[in-house]
């Protein structure tokens, strides 16, 4: 099993560009998440999605889009990237049950000039 | 919603010596109150975890505490050794329902980076 696998690893934008983030997991995992980590400031949960056809907003979900047509991928969209999206993002996966540990992903950096 | 408080920010040790890192939350209806370690350049990794129904739990040099009456819990780790030093995240969670699903959102505290001097 590859776990949860993110591209890009890294990223520049300009401001006002679009691009989407990718995300795969081989674990058959119900849920999916993505999160932001800023310094010293922890993650921030974007979205998640309880399955296919199936997504909520988190804590900080401006700026952002997702879909989710199958089980394995969970993209996250950003529309007319801004400096503020400048960050760590994080993808992660669990099950729906039986503890639910969260895997993560190793991390895509973006940044937004 | 839930906050989660986490301290030290920072903390440096002897190698050998133990390690102790807190944190607080505000929603008496957590249940689930997992640790991450996350080492430089990687994503976070679940160390050990802790249910609402349990007040302790060790693995090997890592322990856990949780105390609900006074909404804590505490990640302890003992004979510190190099490798130890990464970031550590403490997560709180409630159980949600969404579409008759059950969902655990977590919470994360702002991490601890922890050092071990050799």
Redesign the interface.
Known sequence: NAG?TQTPKFRILKIGQSMTLQCAQDMNH??MYWYRQDP??????IY?S??AG?T?K??VPNGYNVSRSTTEYFPLRLELAAPSQTSVY?C?S?Y??S?????????SWLTVV | ?EN?E?HP?TLSVQEGDSAVIKCTYSDSASN?F?W?KQEL??????II?IRSNVGEKKDQRIAVTLNKTAKHFSLHITETQPEDSAVY?CAA?ISRR??G??????T????TKLSVIP
């Open positions: 949860v119900n849920y010293g400031m922890g993650l921030k949960l998640y309880v399955g199936i909520d988190g804590e994080f992660a669990s729906l049950s503890g639910n540990t969260i895997y993560f992903g190793e991390g | 919603g989660v986490q920010s689930y997992p991450y350049g990687k994503g976070p990794q679940l975890d995240f969670s969404y579409s699903a059950g969902s655990y959102q977590l994360f505290g702002k991490g």
